[in-house]
């Protein structure tokens, strides 16, 4: 190794990477900022118009796009004609390349930022530079992460070269990263475009931990986040406490995250297997966990419980006394951590609720092809909310309804809701039918289901559900409506004395 070209935006331990390069008798090419930093620290540089022949023009914009860079770069050390040509136009091989990009991630996540400040922090020739020497792994070492300066260097001074394993390992990374780089650029200009579902889909994810495995033990697994997420995520959440997340626990964590999200009064949610099992409001968050708990004690055990306000040392006191896998909430009093952190394997996160929560792309995966879709961001204030029967809900009718409004869209689809007392009392999910699903809901429910009501995720294709919501004595049933067959449902509803009220809105969750 004799040349290496060195140009980063991250000046983090460039210095004692050049030295140490400078030390085995490598010349060191720089340009702009970083030939800056390093001849201030007493490392000799040439400069990069002296390779080229030509200043840097245009504000910086050109400087590095020069063919005794390029050639330099690409040259195959193997091929006869190409050293040729090299000696030919008196152009030097460069056998090491440190580069790392102008920070436009950075600047986008600025609020401050302007569409300008966006543009010029589009890098051009850093990534032309990244690719060429990627592309001619064999012959060159291309290096764009400060994490691998040390990988590096040792191989060099153990044996005085990069291995062509480590090589090939440190030109898939460039490509990932220019790849990433570029898929921000695109989202970020796509989305000022104002184009909503492009020709191609370009999306890029952060490695955040290996999982021990998926779904399944068989399964192998990652966890991945968005460079520029939103700030109310699992993927966001601080972890205080307890073992590492599983596949499993964070999409479950994510579901009851999702959930609590709905509401400003305080409230808890449980879920399991994805499902809420149990969801309340109260006038504390003591008494909305009390009946979330009481909701359905069976299956909170195990599941995970996440709250819209601080875990308080009287709340903590009763979390403690069940097997809970995750606790979410925004907030522990150091008391309620006291008490919890006795439990060795209970996970605690902390999580931002506050702001405005965008409707943001969903991605699903099928096998060869993604499925993509705004999220259910829409709630009872953004529905069409009307009473199609004679009799109106009365006050606390309207409250129950509201609550089984939120909670049905986050249950899977055939989806029912029973509510009573601004509380769940029975949930059917993921059922083949609709009344189906009601009837897991009834019997959960039990004599509870006496003046409940009931919300559905879509309407009702025949008035079964409502015959089966009469027998069970439920009061009140909230659903989108919009069956051919509506009118039948209408009229046994005000035979039953049914309070019905269509939103003209569904919530599918498959």
């Known amino acids: 190794?004799?040349?290496?070209?060195?140009?980063?935006?991250?000046?983090?331990?460039?210095?004692?990477?050049?030295?140490?390069?400078?030390?085995?008798?490598?010349?060191?090419?720089?340009?702009?900022?970083?030939?800056?930093?390093?001849?201030?620290?007493?490392?000799?540089?040439?400069?990069?118009?002296?390779?080229?022949?030509?200043?840097?023009?245009?504000?910086?914009?050109?400087?590095?796009?020069?063919?005794?860079?390029?050639?330099?770069?690409?040259?195959?050390?193997?091929?006869?004609?190409?050293?040729?040509?090299?000696?030919?136009?008196?152009?030097?091989?460069?056998?090491?390349?440190?580069?790392?990009?102008?920070?436009?991630?950075?600047?986008?996540?600025?609020?401050?930022?302007?569409?300008?400040?966006?543009?010029?922090?589009?890098?051009?020739?850093?990534?032309?530079?990244?690719?060429?020497?990627?592309?001619?792994?064999?012959?060159?070492?291309?290096?764009?992460?400060?994490?691998?300066?040390?990988?590096?260097?040792?191989?060099?001074?153990?044996?005085?070269?990069?291995?062509?394993?480590?090589?090939?390992?440190?030109?898939?990374?460039?490509?990932?990263?220019?790849?990433?780089?570029?898929?921000?650029?695109?989202?970020?200009?796509?989305?000022?475009?104002?184009?909503?579902?492009?020709?191609?889909?370009?999306?890029?994810?952060?490695k955040k931990q290996d999982l021990r495995y998926g779904e399944n033990p068989h399964q192998e697994a990652a966890f991945y986040r968005e460079p520029i997420g939103p700030l109310s995520s699992i993927a966001n959440a601080f972890q205080l406490h307890g073992k590492e997340l599983s596949y499993n626990n964070i999409n479950d964590a994510e579901a009851a995250l999702s959930m609590i999200r709905e509401f400003t009064h305080p409230a808890s949610v449980a879920v399991k297997h994805m499902n809420p099992c149990g969801v309340a409001i109260g006038e504390t968050l003591e008494e909305a966990y009390d009946k979330t708990y009481a909701a359905d004690?069976?299956?909170?055990?195990?599941?995970?419980?996440?709250?819209?306000?601080?875990?308080?040392?009287?709340?903590?006191?009763?979390?403690?006394?069940?097997?809970?896998?995750?606790?979410?909430?925004?907030?522990?009093?150091?008391?309620?951590?006291?008490?919890?952190?006795?439990?060795?394997?209970?996970?605690?996160?902390?999580?931002?609720?506050?702001?405005?929560?965008?409707?943001?792309?969903?991605?699903?995966?099928?096998h060869g092809g993604l499925l993509v879709q705004d999220e259910d961001t829409k709630g009872f204030l953004d529905a069409d909310v009307r009473v199609v029967t004679e009799r109106e809900p009365t006050e606390a009718e309207w409250e129950d309804l509201k609550l089984a409004w939120k909670v049905v869209k986050h249950v899977k689809s055939n989806a029912i809701v029973l509510t009573k007392n601004v509380q769940t009392i029975g949930i059917g999910a993921g059922q083949m039918n609709r009344v189906g699903s009601a009837g897991i809901a009834i019997d959960q429910a039990g004599e509870e289901a006496l003046h409940s009501a009931l919300g559905s995720d879509a309407f009702f294709p025949m008035q079964d559900t409502v015959e089966t919501a009469g027998e069970a004595g439920i009061s009140a049933i909230i659903q989108p409506g919009g069956s051919i067959r509506d009118q039948e449902s209408i009229d046994r509803a005000n035979e039953l004395g049914i309070t019905m009220v269509f939103t003209g809105m569904r919530h599918f969750r498959h």
């Open 1 to 206: 190794m004799k040349r290496a070209l060195i140009s980063v935006s991250d000046k983090e331990g460039i210095v004692p990477l050049a030295k140490s390069l400078e030390k085995q008798g490598i010349e060191i090419i720089s340009t702009g900022g970083t030939s800056r930093v390093l001849e201030e620290s007493g490392v000799q540089i040439t400069g990069i118009s002296d390779v080229t022949g030509f200043p840097e023009i245009l504000d910086g914009r050109v400087k590095t796009l020069h063919p005794n860079i390029h050639s330099g770069l690409l040259a195959r050390r193997s091929d006869d004609a190409h050293t040729a040509q090299l000696k030919e136009h008196s152009i030097e091989p460069i056998d090491l390349v440190v580069v790392n990009l102008y920070p436009f991630k950075k600047t986008i996540e600025n609020p401050d930022k302007s569409f300008e400040d966006a543009i010029e922090n589009i890098d051009i020739g850093g990534p032309t530079m990244l690719r060429a020497a990627a592309k001619n792994f064999e012959d060159v070492t291309v290096v764009v992460d400060p994490d691998d300066y040390e990988l590096v260097l040792t191989e060099l001074n153990d044996g005085g070269a990069v291995s062509a394993e480590t090589n090939k390992k440190l030109a898939a990374k460039v490509f990932r990263h220019t790849a990433s780089y570029d898929a921000l650029i695109a989202d970020y200009l796509t989305r000022e475009a104002g184009e909503k579902h492009p020709e191609m889909y370009t999306v890029t994810y952060e």
């Open 297 to 366: 004690p069976v299956s909170i055990f195990g599941g995970i419980v996440a709250f819209n306000g601080e875990v308080t040392e009287a709340v903590a006191e009763k979390l403690k006394e069940i097997f809970l896998e995750i606790v979410i909430a925004p907030s522990f009093s150091q008391e309620a951590l006291d008490l919890l952190t006795q439990k060795k394997n209970i996970r605690l996160l902390t999580v931002t609720l506050e702001g405005v929560v965008e409707t943001r792309s969903q991605l699903t995966s099928i």
